[in-house]
């Protein structure tokens, strides 16, 4: 057994399998994969990665089995999909997940094809671990993968912790332990008891505040959908280029391929995200003022690009010039609870008056963007505005800081 020193939880014990794993390549690869892709360019200390992130997810994972009272062979597969439900990420962590499942054809999640071959099946297999079962748990496909992949699920509860101490930004208090001890295992999955509703009103607060604050901040966005479209151009025009490959390399070794490809307009657009000399924002609006839910249509890299060579045909540019950036509209926060004194379970909006208020919040921080090079902004604005139908503003929109 060894102790590894965490800046969050203090410290995380790690026995033989752990360290076994730990030594891993594939685990390995995780100290160079950014946890917050390009919100670095705005949070100069976001540079932690997905190697402690997945550390603090198995310490939490492994409390909150003890506290459900699971046996010693569902904790350790438990906290075994825990350590391991990173390894699928592509460079730049979140970043690169539309190209991975534009071209590889599976999510960060679906980590079956790492864990089934290699080093991590053999080391899976002499401890006795079943790596369909571990990948099961991971992708959602198990009774107990709510503990890592659920509504409050310990994943969250680290990521939102550990963001906000790198990032800096007052947002993402979670009583982790106060929200594990109020968890119960339902028929669902994981709920939880009355007595922690406050607690978890907190994280889901830290999760609407920290989503405009951190993961959709603008300038993070821009950065994003300029790699992207860099590393779209590199696979369907560079001979050669495998997009297999590129998703599982680390983030430098990405950048580098990219900033030294065959092709120019990839190679730019790496080059420009790599010093900070950014496209701007042309267009920034809220559902309010767009079609949002039939822009979710088919959504992904290839219909932004349409809209964005749609724009710039309009705006009498070069296509590469302009990116459309739809985030997928947010789901609504819920869990179930289990009433004190009782096995009734309820949605949590039936007791906490506060879900309602944060989903609207959440639809409301919703942004579609268009962006630009500084000289073309009010070019690509007036046709983006024909393009995507955009409704004008009222005088209320304008009072509103975006």
């Not at 390009?38 to 310490?59: C, D, I, K, Q, W």
């Not at 460079?91 to 864990?115: D, L, Y």
């Not at 982790?176 to 709920?191: N, P």
């Amino acid at each position: 057994m060894k102790i590894i020193k965490d800046p969050v939880h203090g410290y995380v014990e790690a026995d033989e399998l752990v360290l076994r794993l730990l030594d891993s390549g594939e685990v390995q690869r995780l100290r160079h994969i950014t946890q917050l892709g390009f919100a670095n360019l705005v949070y100069p200390g976001a540079n932690h990665t997905r190697f402690e992130h997945s550390l603090g997810t198995m310490h939490l994972a492994g409390i909150m089995c003890s506290k459900l009272g699971l046996d010693a062979g569902e904790t350790r597969v438990v906290t075994t999909a825990a350590l391991l439900h990173d390894i699928g990420h592509g460079p730049f962590s979140h970043v690169t997940e539309p190209v991975m499942k534009e071209f590889a054809g599976r999510s960060h999640h679906q980590i079956e094809g790492i864990v089934g071959e290699g080093a991590i099946a053999g080391i899976l297999e002499d401890e006795g671990l079943d790596p369909a079962e571990v990948s099961a748990i991971v992708s959602g496909d198990h009774r107990l993968a709510s503990i890592i992949h659920g509504s409050l699920d310990v994943d969250r509860m680290d990521y939102l912790m550990r963001d906000a101490h790198y990032t800096g930004v007052p947002y993402g208090t979670v009583d982790a332990h106060r929200l594990i001890r109020c968890s119960v295992l339902a028929g669902s999955g994981i709920a939880l008891h009355e007595g922690g509703i406050n607690a978890a009103e907190s994280l889901l607060i830290a999760r609407t505040l920290m989503r405009p604050a951190i993961y959709f901040h603008h300038v993070s966005r821009i950065a994003t959908s300029m790699f992207v479209h860099a590393l779209r151009e590199e696979v369907l025009n560079v001979p050669g280029a495998d997009a297999q490959e590129l998703v599982r390399m680390d983030d430098a070794a990405c950048m580098e391929r990219l900033k030294h490809s065959a092709h120019p307009i990839t190679r730019d657009l790496a080059c420009r995200v790599y010093i900070r000399d950014l496209y701007k924002r042309a267009l920034y609006v809220g559902g309010d003022r767009v079609n949002a839910a039939a822009l979710q249509q088919d959504l992904g890299p290839a219909r932004e690009r349409d809209l964005a060579i749609a724009i710039a045909e309009t705006a009498g540019i070069p296509e590469e010039e302009v990116l459309v950036d739809i985030p997928p509209l947010p789901t609504d926060l819920s869990m179930e609870v289990q009433v004190r004194n009782s096995h009734t379970m309820v949605d949590i909006e039936e007791v906490s008056p506060l879900i309602n208020t944060l989903n609207d919040t959440r639809r409301q921080q919703w942004r579609l963007g268009v962006y630009t090079t500084r000289g073309n902004r009010q070019a690509v604005e007036q046709a983006a505005n024909e393009v995507l139908r955009v409704k004008r503003a009222t005088k209320q929109d304008k009072l509103v800081v975006t």
